[in-house]
């Protein structure tokens, strides 16, 4: 009689037991929809604590709490820009993988690009400088000095030609 | 000789920018909160349960609210130079017990000594948000409007607390 009561009893127990340890495990995500929206924005977060990790990568504590209060934000119905605004206020423009254009950040977003139009004008101008030197001596007038030197070159180079021509398969 | 002069130029340039990028901190964000109004909040007091403490009490006063935690390493360093500030009694310290437990909380105040007028516990780390906490320890001076001041990530080194706060601190108490 006592064994046939434990066989109820046993089962009835373990699935107490089982009912307790599924209450204990959280959900994997209480809404998916939210969650998905929370990673879309922590993508572009920065996590203060590991800087070169955005905020849906880290594992930081921190990391964390923030997700958990980008979430909180998103179902209280703030749009996208206000949650933003809420980190910026209090983190700064730090955590905004992509910083906002203001006078503090000019030289970040126009830095790059006068450095390589400052680079292109040096380029150019060089260019120029080296064309405008090799057409002057193309087409200037031979000094005389040059000329004696050109008349020179091509004299022996007559006189050769001469030499050559007299010997029988001298050019062989 | 022009032509070897711009190279060189040029090195000297790179390497004063890399001399000063060297010696910049990057975990030292600059904060928004500067000369902003301290959040508000309302938080039990760890010494004495049932008390609670909000910012707004210090309206008046100079005060430094210093986050803290008994898992965080860094605060050990900073702690013998609160203790040493508290002694000379110059300003009103209040810390915040970032993402903590009561009793070890109690137990490390115990075992290093309590610098704190008092400290409030932030258990879920949410006023720490509101606060851009994300390096424990950190510091911030609180000025007679309730406007923070200046604000310190990491340890508080008597060099800084002698060289800035400090100062700062007597001219905002003038």
């Known amino acids: ?172 | 000789m022009k032509k070897f002069l711009w190279p060189l130029g040029i090195f000297i340039v790179l390497l004063a920018f890399l001399a000063v990028g060297l010696r910049l901190d990057p975990r030292e964000v600059p904060s928004p909160l500067i000369d902003k109004p301290a959040p508000a909040f309302d938080l039990p007091v760890l010494q004495q349960p049932g008390r609670r403490f909000s910012p707004a009490e210090m309206r008046g006063k100079v005060w430094l609210l210093n986050v803290w935690a008994s898992w965080c390493v860094s605060c050990r360093e900073e702690h013998p130079h609160l203790v040493e500030l508290s002694r000379k009694k110059l300003i009103p310290l209040i810390g915040l017990d970032y993402k903590d437990e009561s009793r070890a909380a109690l137990a490390w105040l115990g075992q290093f000594g309590d610098p704190y007028d008092f400290s409030v516990e932030d258990r879920d780390g949410r006023i720490g948000i509101d606060y851009g906490v994300y390096g424990v320890p950190e510091t911030y001076l609180i000025d007679r409007d309730g406007v923070i001041r200046y604000k310190r990530i990491g340890v508080l080194t008597p060099e800084i607390l002698e060289g800035k706060v400090l100062p700062m601190a007597r001219k905002l108490q003038q």
């Not at chain 1, 203001?102 to 260019?127: C, D, E, H, S």
């Open chain 1, 1 to 172: 009689m006592k064994n046939r009561l434990m066989l109820v009893v046993l089962p009835l127990l373990s699935l107490v037991a089982c009912v307790a340890l599924a209450k204990e495990a959280p959900p994997a995500s209480d809404d998916p929809v939210t969650e998905a929206h929370m990673m879309r924005l922590a993508e572009k977060l920065r996590c203060l604590v590991c800087q070169n990790q955005t905020l849906a990568e880290s594992n930081a504590d921190l990391a964390a709490d923030l997700r958990r209060e980008v979430k909180e934000l998103i179902k209280s119905g703030k749009t996208d820009d206000q949650i933003m605004d809420y980190l910026v206020e209090r983190y700064g423009d730090f955590v905004l993988y992509d910083p906002p254009f203001k006078p503090i950040t000019v030289m970040l977003w126009v830095g790059p690009f006068a450095l390589l139009v400052g680079a292109l004008g040096v380029l150019f101008a060089r260019l120029a400088r080296r064309r405008k030197a090799a057409g002057q001596s193309s087409q200037g007038e031979l000094g005389a000095a040059e000329r004696r030197v050109v008349e020179q070159v091509l004299g022996s180079a007559n006189n050769d030609d001469k030499q050559n021509a007299r010997r029988p398969g001298g050019a062989a």
